[in-house]
């Protein structure tokens, strides 16, 4: 019950935040449950993404919460900055893709899907056939006004 009222909160706050300091753009649709972003999991380091299992094997072992997820496979597009990045399922996707710890699920699970501009700019979009999509907060038509 806790953590259902602190979500609500967060999420209030989180929303108001957005439209107080008018991020560029806002989040569209609604999730189709296709599970789609518990199996292509991107982990950032210092200098961009993981992209070599060992090092991934090395975080497995320093860091018990690493392994949680398993490698799925890797990213393959030379124009993208992302390339060669490794992609990640976590172990708690159910076969039918729900959450098996949706309450207990961690801070970047309930963030997602989040607004961040930066990664707008560079190009990066929903996951394909996921049901969100990020349209401009302003459209164009109104500055004419
Ligand atoms: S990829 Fe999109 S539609 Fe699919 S489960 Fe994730 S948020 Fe929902
Ligand atoms: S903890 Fe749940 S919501 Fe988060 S990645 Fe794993 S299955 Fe998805």
Redesign the pocket.
């Known amino acids: 019950m806790f953590l259902m009222i602190k979500k609500f909160f967060e999420d209030f706050f989180l929303c108001l935040y957005n439209k107080l300091f008018s991020s560029r753009y806002v989040l569209k649709g609604k999730c189709k449950r296709c599970g789609a ?2 199996r292509n ?1 991107l982990f950032s380091i210092k200098d961009g993404y993981v992209k070599d299992e060992k090092l991934f094997y090395e975080m497995q072992k320093k860091y018990k919460y690493y392994r ?1 997820y398993k490698i799925s496979g890797i990213l393959k597009d030379k124009k993208d900055f992302q390339n060669g990045a490794l992609t990640f399922e ?4 159910s076969d039918k893709n729900l ?4 309450w207990f ?2 801070k970047f ?1 309930r963030d997602y899907p989040n607004i961040n501009p930066e990664l707008i700019y560079n190009g990066v979009t929903m996951l394909d056939g996921c049901g969100f999509y990020f349209d401009v907060n302003k459209k164009f038509k109104s500055y004419l006004k």
Request: charged residues 20%; proline residues 7%; contains cysteine.
């Open positions: 972003c518990c999991i949680n976590c172990k708690y996707i959450c098996k710890i949706y699920r961690p699970c």
